[in-house]
């Protein structure tokens, strides 16, 4: 499974952005997608994730200003940023997990990543 992720950049401090992740193969059964973030020297975080029934979970530091969507017939998850600050500045990875039948077979794939800068 590919996850291609985009939509990363550098934006001032206030700005928004919107970032995409299209996978490989079909998202739309027993698939939860998210997106986790790592900057230099931190441990990943959890950032959003969104399940095949659209509940939501998010980060406390990006409630209500980060919002997670999905598009089973495209395969793509989606991350809007609004009121982006400095302190989000990380390289975002998206994840896709795959729930099998028997859980010991669940499997999770990530994408390579894309930057993003937010200046003060």
């Known amino acids: 499974v590919q996850l291609q992720a985009s939509g990363g950049g550098l934006v001032q401090a206030g700005g928004s952005l919107r970032l995409s992740c299209a996978a490989s193969?079909?998202?739309?059964?027993?698939?939860?997608m998210a997106w986790y973030r790592q900057a230099p020297g931190k441990q990943r975080e959890l950032v959003a994730r969104?399940?095949?029934?659209?509940?939501?979970a998010y980060g406390d530091s990006v409630k209500g200003r980060f919002t997670i969507s999905r598009d089973d017939a495209k395969n793509t998850v989606y991350l809007q940023m609004n009121n982006l600050k400095p302190e989000d500045t990380a390289v975002y990875l998206c994840?896709?997990?795959?729930?099998?039948?028997?859980?010991?077979?669940?499997?999770?794939?990530w994408g390579q990543g894309t930057q993003v800068t937010v200046s003060s």
């Open positions: 994840n896709l997990h795959h729930y099998a039948l028997n859980q010991k077979y669940d499997r999770d794939y």
């Open positions: 193969r079909s998202i739309a059964d027993r698939v939860d």
């Open positions: 969104i399940t095949g029934n659209r509940n939501t």
